[in-house]
T-cell receptor, first 112, second 115 residues
Framework: DTAVSQTPKYLVTQMGNDKSIKCEQN?????MYWYKQDSKKFLKIMFS???????INETVPNRFSPKSPDKAHLNLHINSLELGDSAVYFC???????????FGQGTRLTVV | AQSVSQHNHHVILSEAASLELGCNYS??????LFWYVQYPGQHLQLLLK??????LVKGIKGFEAEFIKSKFSFNLRKPSVQWSDTAEYFC?????????????FGAGTRLFVKA
């Protein structure tokens, strides 16, 4: 019974396309996140949502648009994909904004 | 700039060797501290955390970490590593002075344990 699940696991697409990644958590947490992990394994926060409200937008290009339809879901839509968007994207959740995060399995996005 | 620094990018050890991975942060005030582990091809999992109280915290799989406030450090230790400990280890900080909702990760330390 996966706590934080994201789909798809792999995504290969051409430059200029638009794609979405979905995330769901069944932990009852009120806070969800998107992180980007680059090829050197460096993890950087992109967005934080608390009770469906955007709390943190870490200077991410506006081609990236998160959407939280409810507390259990946080989706990420990316417009006009660029080569530099290739990375592993992790969804995570926590209870409140200062607790441990539970991570999904990651989505490996490759833009060709 | 405020940051989380991990001293070693790559560590290679033989089985049964002792491990210590350094982590320093530069945020003032109250912080919550974490070590996460990422096994090859998998997601991040929590190893241990420090919020308050005893500065020596124990985590899963025999790992422990010590918070030294005066040194802004939170080093990870394990007395005897196993081959299955091969993974990437991330130190992470949530600084309260930014309001929370943002975990800042170090660059990671890749540990390889030789059988």
């Amino acid at each position: 019974d996966t706590a934080v699940s994201q789909t798809p696991k792999y995504l290969v697409t051409q430059m200029g396309n638009d794609k979405s990644i979905k995330c769901e958590q069944n932990l009852g947490h009120d806070t969800m996140y998107w992180y980007k992990q680059d090829s050197k394994k460096f993890l950087k926060i992109m967005f934080s949502y608390n009770n469906k409200e955007l709390i943190i937008n870490e200077t991410v290009p506006n081609r990236f648009s998160p959407k939280s339809p409810d507390k259990a879901h946080l989706n990420l839509h990316i417009n006009s994909l660029e080569l530099g968007d290739s990375a592993v994207y992790f969804c995570a959740s926590s209870q409140g904004g200062v607790g441990e995060a539970f991570f999904g399995q990651g989505t490996r996005l490759t833009v060709v | 700039a405020q940051s989380v620094s991990q001293h070693n990018h790559h560590v290679i050890l033989s089985e049964a060797a002792s491990l210590e991975l350094g982590c320093n942060y530069s945020y003032g005030g109250t912080v919550n501290l974490f070590w996460y582990v990422q096994y090859p091809g998998q997601h991040l999992q929590l190893l241990l955390k420090y919020f308050s109280g005893d500065p020596l915290v124990k985590g899963i799989k025999g790992f422990e970490a010590e918070f030294i406030k005066s040194k802004f450090s939170f080093n990870l230790r394990k007395p005897s590593v196993q081959w299955s400990d091969t993974a990437e280890y991330f130190c992470a900080v949530i600084p309260f002075n930014t309001g929370g909702f943002k975990t800042i990760f170090g660059a990671g330390t890749r540990l390889f344990v030789k059988a």
